[in-house]
């Protein structure tokens, strides 16, 4: 079974610009959480989707969304990109119970200059 | 408010010997589950072994056991016969009950692990 694939694996981008990033979850797995991990802030949970839906947000401004698709597959989208975003995103998907390990992907590392 | 504690940033292990790395957490949910991932250089987070709140025995998988004390509340984590391939960052989460956790877990700092030839 493949693992969760994360596209893609290095960006650079600039200020004031906007990213997005994408996320295959395992087959099968209907829910995709997304992190975000710094040095300085280490890992933080962004939010994550079921069933197309967002079920749960974590303390992050607007400017950071996303979104599923009806096959599972998730995007996560930074708007007015800001040097601070520069960190590496991880996603991780399981079958969608809250007692469920996730699987995490080998992230999107995104710098901002 | 849940949290992780990880208080060893850094540890060395010899080849061959065991390592424990340490992990407490603070909760208020009766239910929730605690969890050890590993993150070598190239980031990628591996799951290694999982611990539910109401499990009576503590979880092992293969070289991986987790040292749970509830009263404690720490979720150590021994690593058995270390090998080369262990060298990565330790991260010890946590996932609470309700909605307000769903699709959500806590991190701690991590231990980064260096194993000795």
């Known amino acids: ?14 200020r004031g610009q906007q990213v997005t990033l994408s996320c295959s979850p395992i087959s099968g797995h209907r829910s995709v959480s997304w992190y975000q991990q710094t040095p300085g802030q280490g890992l933080q949970f962004l939010f994550e989707y079921f069933s197309e839906t967002q079920r749960n947000k974590g303390n992050f401004p607007g400017r950071f969304s996303g979104r599923q698709f009806s096959n599972s597959r ?17 996603c991780a998907s399981s079958p969608g119970q809250t007692e469920n390990i996730q699987y995490f992907g080998a992230g999107t590392r995104l710098s901002v200059l | 408010a849940q949290k992780i504690t990880q208080t060893q940033p850094g540890m060395f292990v010899q080849e061959k010997e065991a390592v424990t790395l340490d992990c407490t957490y603070d909760t208020s949910d009766p239910s929730y589950g605690l969890f050890w991932y590993k993150q070598p250089s190239s980031g990628e987070m591996i799951f290694l072994i999982y611990q539910g709140s109401y499990d009576q025995q503590n ?59």
């Open chain 1, 74 to 90: 998730s995007e996560m989208n930074v708007s007015t990109l800001e040097l601070g975003d520069s960190a590496l995103y991880l």
């Open chain 1, 1 to 14: 079974k493949a693992g969760v694939t994360q596209t893609p694996r290095y960006l650079i981008k600039t």
């Open chain 2, 59 to 117: 979880a092992t998988e293969g070289r991986y056991s987790l040292n749970f004390q509830k009263a404690r509340k720490s979720a150590n984590l021994v690593i058995s016969a270390s090998q080369l391939g262990d060298s990565a960052m330790y991260f010890c989460a946590m996932r609470g009950a309700g909605s307000s956790n769903t699709g959500k877990l806590i991190f701690g700092q991590g231990t980064t692990l260096q194993v000795k030839p």
